[in-house]
């Protein structure tokens, strides 16, 4: 499966610190995106970088990519309680397929 | 910013009753998607709608499923026969250009079959 393995499951943390995320996947990409959902709510973009990237920034965000060892991980920096929701990475085969979500990471800030 | 609407947010149904979903795509994008969540599990892909015409779809989505773009700006989930594990929450999704860049998604509805 091409499917996207995020890591941890679960993750909590005190405001002000940094939140790392995890994802692997099996099969090469085209690219890898992660998103974030508040509980109850619609999925919601927050980066996407391309195979042949190792790095992009937005904001506090930052992410990186391994396509040597298929995986990915995103940085929070200076989490906020707003922080809270669940985070999940989605991976592209080729530039025509479907976006496949992971399990995703809960992520709780506590204020 | 433009944005994806679905309506409505939460759709309670006897089992076996057809549902429709529906969903108002960003005016300029021609990519469209449906995705269906289980509470607290993944992501699920259901079918893919390019050029008035299923693109891709998975094996969930089977005979009780179909989609369609009535007026073109609408794009609709038909659930034929609903059962208790199609309770779910049901994303809709479409992309500018192609797939594989940016999706955005719609604010789900949750639909309950009782």
């Known amino acids: 499966s091409q499917q996207g393995e995020e890591d941890p499951q679960a993750l909590s943390i005190q405001e002000g610190e940094n939140a790392t995320m995890n994802c692997s996947y099996k099969?090469?990409?085209?690219?890898l995106q992660w998103y974030r959902q508040n509980s109850g709510r619609g999925l919601v973009h927050l980066i996407l970088?391309?195979?042949?990237?190792r790095e992009k920034h937005s904001g506090r965000l930052r992410v990186t990519l391994d396509t040597s060892k298929k995986s990915s991980s995103l940085l929070i920096t200076a989490s906020r309680a707003a922080d809270t929701a669940s985070y999940f990475c989605a991976t592209v085969p080729s530039a025509n397929s479907k976006l496949t979500f992971g399990k995703g990471i809960t992520l709780s800030v506590r204020p | 910013e433009p944005e994806v609407t679905q309506t409505p947010s939460h759709q309670v149904t006897q089992m076996g009753q057809e549902v429709i979903l529906r969903c108002v795509p960003i005016?300029?994008?021609?990519?469209f998607y449906w995705y269906r969540q289980i509470l607290g599990q993944k992501v699920e892909f259901l079918v893919s709608?390019?050029?008035?015409?299923?693109?891709?779809k998975s094996e969930i989505f089977d005979d009780q499923f179909s989609v369609e773009r009535p007026d073109g700006s609408n794009f609709t989930l038909k659930i034929r026969s609903t059962k208790l594990e199609d309770s779910a929450m049901y994303f809709c999704a479409s992309f500018y250009d192609r797939v594989g860049t940016e999706a955005f998604f719609g604010q789900g509805t949750r639909l309950t079959v009782v």
């Open positions: 005016s300029n994008h021609l990519y």
């Open positions: 970088i391309r195979s042949n990237e």
């Open positions: 099969t090469s990409i085209n690219n």
């Open positions: 709608f390019y050029n008035n015409e299923i693109s891709e």
